[in-house]
């Protein structure tokens, strides 16, 4: 297997960047249970930048999302104006480098660093459930407000499972996914149905963050959001696609560094209490209930299965995969009960 020299091509990019500054060092502050590359860029002025390298998708995408991102960044008004980290401009744009040659196509963005105050505990008592779903209401509704002077986005759910579709009918494809093509097929026209009858047209849609680990934000003494980072999986879709993992950060289990993806954390009493501080202030609809099941659906179906190779190293990603055939996707229509959260919440 070829060894990719990441700092290399990081200085490349910088390169293209800014050539008057000179790197000094470059550290690896990777998530180490990923494939993520992050990297903080030491110049010899001791002024310091976050370098972050991808590969997964198109790079098209990777451009477009960061540009989202930061016009997000910069339209939050108060108390969210400083929560997400700025990327660095150049000719007024947020600059992107793309690395190209005949083993790998990776592309940088450049982002200043971003200030952190207190991880939440892993594991959430009651007092910590009720003011996160509060907070994350609030933060949502401050998505909402400024969704429609973002940048458009070409990349959209149904966009996305059609692609795997598409994949399953390759010789890779139907090679890697060998005995499971014809039930993965089934999962994502469930999707696109319910998709098409739930949602689609009649709910907004607003940037969300789907991964929601306890590890990606920090808050302050009273519990308010003060930062998040790491945007692998963001996109333009329904606020309801974040609500998975906030799940698994107040499972009574609490948030893990083993891996696994059970939709039992969206039926606990722990994430109801989460949900109703968060209907308290940006009310759920009914379709919005009834389509976190399918949010659920498509997290396994794109995250996990489709692109799982790209976000966990090899060893998670076929476990991921395999419980994803075996446990996941089997267990949606038999475990998630809409009901039981819609009487919750008095919908």
Request: with cysteine.
């Amino acid at each position: 297997m070829r060894m990719i020299d990441y700092p290399a091509i990081i200085r490349q990019a910088w390169a293209a960047f800014d050539a008057s500054q000179t790197i000094h060092t470059i550290e690896d502050i990777s998530a180490k249970v990923s494939t993520n590359h992050v990297f903080r860029v030491r110049f010899d002025n001791d002024d310091i930048v976050i370098a972050k390298l991808s590969y997964f998708g198109k790079y098209e995408h990777f451009k477009e999302d960061h540009r989202i991102i930061h016009a997000l960044a910069n339209n939050l008004l108060y108390p969210f104006e400083n929560v997400l980290a700025k990327s660095l401009l150049k000719n007024n744009q947020v600059f992107t480098y793309r690395f190209k040659d005949e083993f790998i196509d990776t592309w940088v963005v450049f982002y200043n660093p971003i200030r952190t105050m207190h991880r939440m505990p892993r594991r959430l008592d009651e007092e910590h459930i009720r003011k996160l779903g509060g907070e994350i209401g609030r933060f949502h509704k401050a998505c909402s407000r400024v969704a429609n002077v973002l940048p458009k986005s070409s990349k959209t759910l149904r966009s996305d499972i059609q692609s795997f579709m598409d994949i399953l009918d390759t010789e890779a494809g139907q090679y890697e996914h060998r005995n499971q093509v014809d039930y993965l097929k089934k999962q994502c026209e469930t999707f696109l149905k319910n998709r098409q009858k739930l949602v689609h047209g009649s709910v907004e849609t607003m940037p969300v963050f789907v991964d929601w680990n306890i590890g990606n934000f920090s808050v302050t003494d009273d519990l308010k959001l003060y930062s998040r980072w790491d945007y692998d999986w963001f996109r333009i879709s329904y606020r309801v696609m974040d609500f998975y993992f906030f799940s698994r950060v107040v499972s009574d289990a609490g948030d893990r560094t083993v891996f696994s993806y059970l939709i039992g954390p969206m039926m606990e009493e722990r994430f109801l209490m989460f949900l109703e501080e968060y209907h308290k202030v940006y009310p759920l609809t009914e379709n919005e209930v009834r389509f976190m099941k399918e949010a659920y659906r498509f997290f396994i179906l794109n995250y996990v299965v489709k692109y799982g190779r790209y976000f966990f190293h090899r060893t998670y990603a076929t476990k991921l995969q395999r419980e994803a055939y075996d446990i996941y996707l089997p267990s949606i229509d038999k475990l998630f009960d809409a009901d039981k959260i819609l009487k919750a919440l008095k919908i």
